[in-house]
């Protein structure tokens, strides 16, 4: 009987790691297009609020949160009979996706006083494979959620996504809503 358990056990995780590698490729993917969406638009205000209007930090958080977000909801319906804290985990590796983002950025242009356009792309791709790292691990993990977890998750993701709606076009005079080669915030004169 314990045998048939560990074999369960493995299926389940090749299932989720394939899941998981499908899922870095289709977020990689999405989010490269939607630094590029907004324009593509011609500038579109309802585009923007899913697309990166400038380059500023807060705007290349779309880039990962969106493509994870959709591809989650996707996701969930192929593993949702495996995994009991789904929700908590994807909460959790989206987190740590854009807390990597800023941390690293404003770390790394800090020390150097400049940024560079490969260390950023290195930085979303290592966020997002770190992101989905995190939730795979999370997912593999035997404790079940509970009611408050998943709710909180669920609240999480609804602050972040009106978040980044709200800001796109009521945006902060902060350094991570500025578009460092434009100086501007938002939306406006993009």
């Known amino acids: 009987m314990e045998e048939i358990k560990n074999i369960t056990k493995k299926i389940k995780k090749s299932k989720l790691l394939k899941a998981q590698i499908v899922v870095i490729i289709v977020c990689l993917f999405l989010g490269t297009l939607l630094h590029f969406t907004y324009k593509w638009s011609g500038k579109n205000l309802f585009v923007a609020s899913f697309s990166a209007v400038n380059e500023s930090v807060w705007e290349h958080l779309k880039l990962v949160f969106y493509p994870m977000l959709l591809m989650a909801i996707i996701e969930y319906q192929f593993v949702k009979d495996e995994v009991h804290n789904y929700i908590e985990a994807k909460t959790i590796g989206i987190f740590v996706s854009i807390s990597f983002i800023v941390i690293s950025f404003f770390t790394y242009s800090g020390i150097i006083g400049t940024s560079f356009l490969l260390i950023d792309i290195i930085i979303f791709i290592i966020s997002i494979i770190l992101g ?29 996504l009106i978040s980044f709606i709200f800001y796109t076009y009521n945006t902060p005079k902060v350094n991570l809503f500025k578009d460092p080669e434009t100086g501007v915030y938002g939306i406006e004169n993009s």
Do not use: D, Q
């Open 132 to 160: 989905e790292i995190v939730s795979y691990k999370l997912m593999n993990r035997e404790e079940e959620s509970t009611n408050k977890s998943r709710i909180l998750s669920a609240i999480i993701f609804i602050f972040l």
